[in-house]
């Protein structure tokens, strides 16, 4: 007899049903990445406004990278305890307040403080709406769907980019910026409501009644032939509450394993470290290199816009190429692509080139590595060992644009710091390659060591 997480992932993808909590799930997705992206804009125009120095600029993504990264810790351990609904919704509201908040700020560092807070909301979504979009994938397309997801961060930081661009004729423009996407995101908090309760979450907290009245719900709204199916019950143990229970996550997951952990979690910081340092400094190197504010919102518009194709290409090759060797390829070359730009960036339509070459590079490896991220833990770890990976790679990368700005770039210059991170990227991807598993075609609570049946065309 099958189990209800077996008839969950068999089921036939419709767009009406898991297709409803893809796209409700990749809006939050859109808010995260929206609100990266603005770091980059409202650098120069805040430090402007207060005065600043680099260094200063740099805590302007700092602050809000950190916030993410707690909120990363805190909403993945939550999730794995309360529900993925309970904390789908919260996080976007908590986001919408403070950033409200952070529109209206007096100071400089009450400014920091806001977007600190405002990042603790939004660190929560990348983890908890991740696990529940792949626990209402069916594992026939888990890979493209998952990778699909990722389409949402590009169209983001396009969106930001446009936006951000239209409004820089306005009095207060930075102010102008951070309220745009308050009231998106207070409308999608209230879509969130209706999103059912992940049954693979419930069945693994023993909730078997809750369970069957989704799983059945999804076979009928799939046109799925109903059969038997078991809703395995949990052994009960001693339950830990905050920081307790984050410490108890992070002791589990590299209890599960350790060459996994350490390998996702390399990855992950090396990867995002570049990104981040790229995402946040780029309208300033570009204004560095004599553009004004609009041609340096665009180039970087540009970078994110061409990364929509990337996703695209992505989530075609998932399922072919398989999760390891798409990593493992396009991101040490998105960071060669950096280093072009830097010795190339005086030089016409070069630079502009190279910014897009990244741009669609990196988009072909960071959302293989959300999906792979996603499969190589159990269901019980899934948020939680995601939310630990992301707020680790948060934790490094939210001081990339403090030491970017004071130190790496004044110090060894743009081409060096990119070549610098570019080993870095090298290490990460040659220990991934000996210490973690292809996921492609594997069932989602599988043995992280076992070898999948399905290996062919179509597996995911």
Known sequence: MKSG??????????????GKVFLIGGLGYLFDAYDIALN???MPLVGTEFDLTLAERGLVATANLVGMAVGAIAWGS?????????????????????????????????????????GIGLGGC?????????????????????????????VGITLCGLVSTAMLPLDGNWRWMLLTMTLPALLLFWVRRGVPESPVY?????????????????????????????????DEGPRTRGLAAAVEQLRLIW??????????????????????????????????EGHGDAAAFTGTTL????????????????????????????????????????????????????????????????????????ELYPTALRASGFGWASSVSRSLTGFAPLLFGSVLWPLLGLPWTFGVLAVVVLVAMGWMAVAAPETKGRALDADPVAVPRTAGRGAG
Do not use: C, H
């Open 40 to 42: 980059g804009f409202l």
């Open 126 to 154: 990348i983890p908890v709406d991740y696990a529940l979009v792949s626990e209402f994938s069916p594992r026939k397309y888990r890979g493209r769907i998952l990778t699909a997801l990722d389409l949402w961060w590009p």
């Open 255 to 288: 209890g599960f394993s350790p060459r996994i952990t350490s390998a996702l979690w390399l990855a992950f910081a090396a990867i995002m470290l570049v990104y981040y340092a790229a995402l946040s400094w780029m309208p300033t190197i570009l204004k560095a």
């Open 78 to 118: 939550v999730a794995d305890r309360i529900g993925r609904k309970k904390a789908f919704s919260v996080t976007l509201l908590i986001f919408a307040v403070f950033s409200v908040l952070g529109a209206a700020s007096p100071a400089y560092w009450v400014f920091l403080l806001l977007r600190f807070l405002a």
């Open 303 to 374: 970078m994110s816009a061409v990364g929509i194709l990337g996703v695209i290409v992505s989530t075609a090759l998932v399922d072919v190429v398989g999760r390891k060797w798409l990593i493992g390829v396009t991101a040490p070359l998105a960071t060669f692509a950096l280093v072009a730009f830097a010795l190339v960036r005086d030089g016409g339509t070069a630079p502009l080139v190279a910014i897009a070459v990244f741009g669609f590079l990196i988009q072909l490896a960071i959302p293989v590595l959300y999906a792979y991220a996603s």
């Open 5 to 18: 997480d077996q008839i969950v992932q068999d089921l036939p993808w419709k767009w009406g049903v898991q």
């Open 202 to 234: 419930l069945s693994e907290k023993g909730r078997e009644a809750e369970a069957r009245a989704v799983i059945d719900d999804l076979v009928a709204r799939t046109g799925a032939v109903p059969e038997p199916y078991g809703v395995a019950r949990p």
